[in-house]
């Protein structure tokens, strides 16, 4: 059975990677079947992981008479059921009342932690160095980086103004800026590649090992 | 007579462990307290004990807790010397729990401490912690919302060109002229992410130009909710420019959810379809350069943007234009001028100056002594 699950992975490994010739069939069909097993696989995950923990198993305890709390859950259960409203023509605009209380309560938790952390955070891990300075325990290459990062701190955050027009020296400070993202940019991806030849090792060695190994 | 060795043998360890215990003056852990964890979900509680002297022989501390009208269980693993506080997090709602922290020396010998006072989790309404970070938003928000009713009011609000969005325009005309379709792809991100929330604006402006041209606007989704709003914002755009005829529902469709199930659907639908045009916005992972790269190899003209920086150096190398961060979010301002995306960019501008000042202002107290922009900031933070 192990072989067997073996021939599939490698034959459909070699179905997708046939696409990097051209479309064909086999590579049609490892696409459909892979979009049709995952829509399925998430169908599964999502009522064993969401729907019946979240919402039926708490709403089933409350009309036993076990736990009462579990009445709660009529109340997002419901909001969740005005998304059925989509297919009456008479009745699609309640849609609008789920999908902007999905809205509203997904900013207002994404906000704040993306305040805290992106802008925060960063602004004082980017002060912070400076204490160091004037305590005199930094070497001269940590000095330099601290003031490196300071001006590329502020030399991108000029690229980013957009209601002032990038003119005389605020443009000439935004290109540095934009010199800075790209440095960024090329070793992220510098970084990036390393990491998808790592994957691309570890299918060929699939391949060969796993593979080759029932055949020779 | 086997009974009585072992009853020998125990008593012998345990004066051992006693007597090893008083020869090393091993004292219990001191005011040991049990208290529910402030500002959480009432899922943990807190036990503090005060420090041991250094020379105290004491090598690492063990929790043992009580839930009321049971016995003593072992929680977590050996805690180190220093240690002087630990988090419960495995209790029960409703339960009440009382703890006793046990020191044990490197010999193994241990002495317990009083058992605390009974407690129990109880959840909090409000993270008293996070006052700061409202108030810093209140303040951010407020400053939105000034800048809003100046746009509203009518003043002039000038933004900036952006290279990328000037070049929607020339891909639906090329689209239109070749007779080919435009396909766009929101991302990975759910409706409520800050990416998809500005690709759905500019998919609505992208929109009311492919309803003037007549050109079909294809948009595989990966999110069911995503495509319904998706639906009805393009519906609207279509109505707008009063072509609710040339709109067809079958065009925005839910594909999979499935990350790199997903990038093979939408891969095979450009190879088949060869679209002229590809906008790739929202929030994209690793799946971002499968789809720019199969866009390049197609000969689409790609505008891309996205605020995922990992995934940023894939977009600039494979397509032809690719809004940065934030340039995204501003794209649907440049693209529509309504007043209210109009002030909102000016305030969040205002923002930037803001951390500007901090940055600079931090910098030169540090360097002098003062530290209380940065102590604000971890407040914040």
């Given at each position: 059975?192990?072989?067997?699950?073996?021939?599939?992975?490698?034959?459909?490994?070699?179905?997708?990677?046939?696409?990097?010739?051209?479309?064909?069939?086999?590579?049609?069909?490892?696409?459909?079947?892979?979009?049709?097993?995952?829509?399925?696989?998430?169908?599964?995950?999502?009522?064993?992981?969401?729907?019946?923990?979240?919402?039926?198993?708490?709403?089933?305890?409350?009309?036993?008479?076990?736990?009462?709390?579990?009445?709660?859950?009529?109340?997002?259960?419901?909001?969740?059921?005005?998304?059925?409203?989509?297919?009456?023509?008479?009745?699609?605009?309640?849609?609008?009342?789920?999908?902007?209380?999905?809205?509203?309560?997904?900013?207002?938790?994404?906000?704040?932690?993306?305040?805290?952390?992106?802008?925060?955070?960063?602004?004082?891990?980017?002060?912070?160095?400076?204490?160091?300075?004037?305590?005199?325990?930094l070497s001269a290459g940590e000095i330099f980086g601290a003031i490196l990062m300071v001006i590329g701190v502020v030399c991108t955050l000029t690229y980013?103004?957009?209601?002032?027009?990038?003119?005389?020296?605020?443009?000439?400070?935004?290109?540095?800026?934009?010199?800075?993202?790209?440095?960024?940019?090329?070793?992220?991806?510098?970084?990036?590649?390393?990491?998808?030849?790592?994957?691309?090792?570890?299918?060929?060695?699939?391949?060969?090992?796993?593979?080759?190994?029932?055949?020779? | 007579?086997?009974?009585?060795?072992?009853?020998?043998?125990?008593?012998?360890?345990?004066?051992?462990?006693?007597?090893?215990?008083?020869?090393?003056?091993?004292?219990?852990?001191?005011?040991?307290?049990?208290?529910?964890?402030?500002?959480?979900?009432?899922?943990?509680?807190?036990?503090?004990?005060?420090?041991?002297?250094?020379?105290?022989?004491?090598?690492?501390?063990?929790?043992?807790?009580?839930?009321?009208?049971?016995?003593?269980?072992?929680?977590?693993?050996?805690?180190p010397a220093g240690t002087t506080t630990y988090v419960d997090a495995t209790i029960e709602k409703g339960n009440v729990y009382a703890y006793i922290v046990?020191?044990?020396?490197?010999?193994?010998?241990?002495?317990?401490?009083?058992?605390?006072?009974?407690?129990?989790?109880?959840?909090?309404?409000?993270?008293?912690?996070?006052?700061?970070?409202?108030?810093?938003?209140?303040?951010?928000?407020?400053?939105?919302?000034?800048?809003?009713?100046?746009?509203?009011?009518?003043?002039?609000?000038?933004?900036?060109?952006?290279?990328?969005?000037?070049?929607?325009?020339?891909?639906?005309?090329?689209?239109?002229?070749?007779?080919?379709?435009?396909?766009?792809?929101?991302?990975?991100?759910?409706?409520?992410?800050?990416?998809?929330?500005?690709?759905?604006?500019?998919?609505?402006?992208?929109?009311?130009?492919?309803?003037?041209?007549?050109?079909?606007l294809r948009v595989p989704c990966r999110d069911p909710i995503v495509m319904s709003v998706v639906r009805e914002m393009v519906k609207a755009s279509y109505?707008?420019?009063?072509?609710?005829?040339?709109?067809?529902?079958?065009?925005?469709?839910?594909?999979?959810?499935?990350?790199?199930?997903?990038?093979?659907?939408?891969?095979?639908?450009?190879?088949?379809?060869?679209?002229?045009?590809?906008?790739?916005?929202?929030?994209?992972?690793?799946?971002?350069?499968?789809?720019?790269?199969?866009?390049?190899?197609?000969?689409?003209?790609?505008?891309?943007?996205?605020?995922?920086?990992?995934?940023?150096?894939?977009?600039?190398?494979?397509?032809?234009?690719?809004?940065?961060?934030?340039?995204?979010?501003?794209?649907?301002?440049?693209?529509?001028?309504?007043?209210?995306?109009?002030?909102?960019?000016?305030?969040?501008?205002?923002?930037?100056?803001?951390?500007?000042?901090?940055?600079?202002?931090?910098?030169?107290?540090?360097?002098?002594?003062?530290?209380?922009?940065?102590?604000?900031?971890?407040?914040?933070?």
């Amino acid at each position: 059975m192990e072989v067997f699950g073996i021939w599939v992975a490698a034959f459909l490994t070699l179905c997708i990677y046939s696409f990097l010739y051209r479309d064909n069939p086999f590579y049609r069909f490892a696409e459909y079947l892979f979009v049709g097993v995952s829509v399925g696989y998430v169908f599964v995950l999502t009522t064993h992981q969401g729907f019946i923990p979240l919402a039926w198993k708490p709403f089933w305890a409350a009309i036993t008479g076990e736990s009462l709390i579990g009445l709660i859950k009529l109340i997002p259960i419901c909001i969740g059921l005005l998304f059925f409203t989509r297919f009456s023509t008479q009745h699609q605009w309640l849609v609008r009342y789920p999908i902007a209380i999905l809205i509203g309560a997904g900013s207002g938790l994404a906000i704040p932690n993306v305040l805290r952390a992106n802008i925060f955070e960063q602004t004082r891990g980017t002060i912070e160095p400076f204490a160091a300075i004037h305590a005199g325990t930094l070497s001269a290459g940590e000095i330099f980086g601290a003031i490196l990062m300071v001006i590329g701190v502020v030399c991108t955050l000029t690229y980013f103004f957009f209601s002032i027009e990038h003119r005389g020296p605020i443009k000439w400070v935004s290109k540095v800026g934009i010199a800075f993202l790209m440095i960024g940019f090329g070793s992220a991806f510098g970084n990036t590649v390393m990491g998808r030849v790592a994957l691309l090792i570890q299918r060929v060695d699939f391949l060969l090992n796993d593979w080759g190994g029932t055949i020779f | 007579m086997i009974k009585i060795t072992q009853w020998i043998v125990v008593c012998l360890v345990l004066c051992v462990s006693v007597g090893i215990a008083f020869s090393q003056g091993l004292s219990p852990p001191s005011n040991v307290t049990a208290v529910d964890t402030p500002n959480d979900d009432g899922s943990s509680v807190t036990i503090k004990w005060d420090a041991a002297p250094e020379d105290s022989g004491i090598s690492g501390y063990q929790i043992l807790r009580r839930i009321a009208g049971g016995g003593l269980e072992e929680i977590g693993e050996m805690l180190p010397a220093g240690t002087t506080t630990y988090v419960d997090a495995t209790i029960e709602k409703g339960n009440v729990y009382a703890y006793i922290v046990r020191a044990v020396t490197e010999t193994e010998a241990t002495v317990d401490s009083n058992e605390t006072a009974p407690t129990t989790g109880t959840d909090e309404w409000f993270h008293t912690g996070r006052i700061p970070l409202f108030v810093a938003m209140l303040l951010f928000g407020a400053a939105i919302v000034w800048n809003i009713y100046d746009a509203r009011s009518g003043k002039e609000i000038f933004v900036r060109r952006i290279p990328g969005l000037e070049a929607v325009d020339e891909a639906i005309g090329r689209a239109t002229e070749m007779g080919r379709s435009i396909l766009y792809v929101l991302g990975l991100g759910g409706v409520s992410g800050p990416a998809t929330i500005a690709s759905m604006t500019i998919l609505g402006q992208v929109a009311r130009r492919t309803a003037d041209y007549e050109t079909p606007l294809r948009v595989p989704c990966r999110d069911p909710i995503v495509m319904s709003v998706v639906r009805e914002m393009v519906k609207a755009s279509y109505l707008d420019e009063g072509r609710p005829d040339a709109y067809n529902e079958e065009n925005i469709f839910y594909l999979t959810s499935g990350q790199f199930a997903y990038a093979a659907g939408v891969d095979g639908m450009m190879i088949r379809e060869k679209p002229a045009a590809v906008f790739l916005q929202g929030t994209f992972y690793a799946e971002s350069l499968i789809l720019a790269e199969t866009g390049n190899s197609i000969g689409a003209i790609q505008i891309a943007g996205t605020d995922s920086e990992h995934q940023l150096p894939f977009l600039i190398t494979a397509c032809d234009y690719t809004l940065i961060g934030e340039e995204l979010y501003a794209a649907s301002t440049y693209l529509s001028r309504e007043p209210m995306l109009l002030g909102s960019l000016k305030g969040q501008d205002w923002g930037k100056v803001l951390i500007f000042a901090s940055l600079v202002l931090g910098v030169l107290l540090e360097l002098s002594g003062v530290n209380w922009i940065t102590t604000l900031l971890q407040r914040v933070g």
